[in-house]
């Protein structure tokens, strides 16, 4: 709280001097619309010159790619203002390390035939560019993330089927259906995870690109035979198959369940149908496989630095495609061998949704990077502000005791008002600046942190948010002379109110998520019911009543969970498929 005199209180009277509602305001949209980070700064080595001489030129290629590497943790890649600086390192690694190798290999004719003329120039080229500098970031959360779920996912028989099945909750769970009615602006897979929003072809993304980490291969299938109305194989148009060794799963990203071969799901112990499933449905007996995987795996500079990076930086980055450049098995034969037969090489090509919100995400006109910088904007919450410290309240108020009453008086005042208009000056000093807090809160939460802190971060954020004026204490001696209450109130402006509500929804929606992951059913209920309340038209009404009913019926409250499905499954809501599969699965009072 900001100390207030009586020359603070001339200060006020006089509206030429203090216009916040146009000057300051100004500076605060600002600080919302322009927010930069420089790069970050590699430490200085501290080794002798004679210590250097005797490194190995392996040794000083390692120590490159580490330093580069670093650039692309989640938290210090979100803040970076330019992806092109972020691989300025590992060009410099590839160059001085690796170019000889990387000439060396080159995609095979058959893996060309399946790129268009783009593709086939983006994965040939040497050095490492913008948009890969955001795969690698992709790469590397879908790497913790999915290490986390494996690491949680108890059980046992087959464990591998149990943690394919726990990615795609997880998935589901935390990626939730953009209403049809709303603009839909690019977005990478990142600021997909972020956002929490999406398409069905968005959480299928997810799902595949997160499989890949653990090295497991998942297609999107799709048919030519017209839907009918029904169970997902009678009226979906397309499935994802994922692969495992000795068979492969079925998913319907759309209802966000399995799919099955009986016709009651089993949501404690949901058992997927496989592929000899759709070989002996009539719909899908004629299918194609769709390879799920932006071009930039299928680039041999992927296959040079996923092979050089460190056992704690390893990710996987590359995709053998048709064979020729590596000795991994390639992805074609992988697909065809675990479909049994259903499908040939030639029923095979590569999905091109990726691709295209990849470069929509990375080419947006003015009117969709305005709209995405809204979509954006609560992460910057909570704005914070420090007060202003260049002298401490106590060396401002001391003065020599041998100066007259008046003149010391004088003295107090001229140093207060000083301090107050240099906070004046700058909206970030009245008003804060944009904390990021939620950002990175959130990044921890996409990356598979459920720990408590990561709930209680989300807590924190939201109560900070919550502040919606500067409030400054008036001294009483000001309070008696001039009439001032003991509290002057200036109203934050209209945009930062608007990130902070925001933010303070995300929030605590967040925090019920998380309590999800967690298992902790009774208190995601309690979150989500009181986010309702709060937010009745809140952006995640629709997915916090179908959590809501998922955590009930972990409690075993049958009926509670049907009643809040019914109360779901109306026009307008995007996950009603989901609603209505849900339904259906309850077992009968």
């Avoid at 690698?136 to 986390?148: G, M, N, P, S």
């Avoid at 990726?354 to 979509?375: D, I, N, V």
């Avoid at 902790?520 to 997915?543: C, H, M, S």
């Amino acid at each position: 709280m900001i100390l207030f005199n009586k020359a603070t209180a001339c200060f006020l009277r006089n509206r030429s001097r203090l216009s916040y509602n146009t000057g300051a305001i100004t500076f605060v949209l600002l600080a919302i619309c322009v927010v930069g980070c420089g790069e970050p700064k590699n430490q200085p080595v501290s080794n002798t010159t004679a210590t250097k001489s005797r490194e190995t030129a392996g040794e000083r290629c390692r120590k490159k790619l580490s330093a580069a590497i670093r650039r692309f943790e989640p938290e210090v890649f979100a803040l970076q203002s330019d992806p092109e600086k972020t691989v300025s390192g590992l060009n410099s690694w590839i160059k001085s390390c690796g170019a000889t190798n990387l000439r060396e290999m080159k995609l095979d004719d058959p893996a060309l035939q399946m790129l268009d003329p783009n593709a086939q120039r983006f994965v040939s080229a040497g050095i490492y560019t913008a948009s890969d500098a955001a795969y690698i970031r992709d790469c590397w959360v879908l790497r913790e993330l999915t290490r986390a779920i494996v690491e949680r996912t108890s059980g046992s028989g087959d464990r591998t089927a149990a943690q394919t099945i726990a990615i795609f909750d997880w998935v589901v769970r935390n990626i939730s259906l953009q209403p049809s009615s709303e603009p839909r602006v690019a977005l990478g897979l990142f600021d997909v995870m972020l956002t929490g929003l999406g398409t069905a072809e968005d959480r299928a993304w997810v799902f595949a690109e997160a499989l890949r980490q653990q090295k497991i291969d998942a297609v999107v299938v799709t048919t030519d035979s017209e839907p009918a109305e029904g169970e997902p194989l009678d009226s979906a148009s397309w499935i994802v198959a994922v692969m495992l060794e000795d068979r492969g799963l079925l998913f319907d990203v759309v209802s966000g369940l399995p799919i099955i071969d009986g016709e009651t799901h089993d949501l404690e112990n949901p058992t997927p149908a496989t592929i000899p499933t759709l070989k002996a449905h009539e719909r899908w007996k004629k299918s194609s496989i769709q390879l799920v995987a932006q071009t930039a795996a299928f680039a041999p500079r992927m296959l040079l630095l996923q092979e050089q990076l460190s056992a704690t930086d390893a990710a996987i980055l590359y995709e053998e495609l048709t064979g020729g450049v590596s000795e991994i098995l390639p992805l074609l034969d992988r697909v065809v061998g675990a479909g049994g037969g259903t499908w040939s090489k030639t029923d095979i090509s590569i999905w091109s949704y990726p691709e295209q919100r990849t470069t929509a995400s990375r080419s947006r006109t003015e009117a969709e990077q305005k709209q995405y910088s809204t979509l954006m904007r609560p992460f910057h919450a909570p704005f914070e502000r420090t007060d202003y410290t260049a002298e401490s309240m106590e060396e401002m108020t001391t003065v020599p005791e041998a100066l007259p009453p008046e003149e010391r008086r004088r003295l107090v005042q001229e140093r207060l008002m000083k301090n107050f208009e240099k906070m004046m000056e700058s909206s970030e000093d009245m008003f804060g600046k944009p904390s990021m807090r939620l950002l990175k809160g959130r990044i921890q939460q996409i990356m598979g942190s459920i720990n408590t802190g990561v709930i209680q971060q989300l807590q924190q954020i939201r109560i900070a948010s919550m502040q919606d004026a500067l409030r400054v204490r008036v001294p009483d001696a000001v309070q008696k002379e001039f009439g001032f209450p003991p509290v002057v109130a200036f109203p934050f402006p209209e945009l930062i109110r608007e990130v902070n509500q925001s933010s303070m929804g995300d929030a605590m929606y967040w925090t019920a998520i998380c309590q999800l992951d967690r298992k902790e059913a009774g208190a995601a209920i309690t979150t989500l019911v009181n986010y309702r309340r709060q937010y009745p038209d809140g952006r995640w009404k629709f997915a916090s009543m179908s959590n809501q009913a998922l955590a009930l019926l972990a409690q075993e409250r049958h009926a509670d969970a049907r009643k809040v499905l019914a109360d779901a499954d109306v026009e307008g809501n995007p996950e009603r498929i989901r609603v209505k599969a849900l339904l259906q699965a309850i077992p009968s009072p």
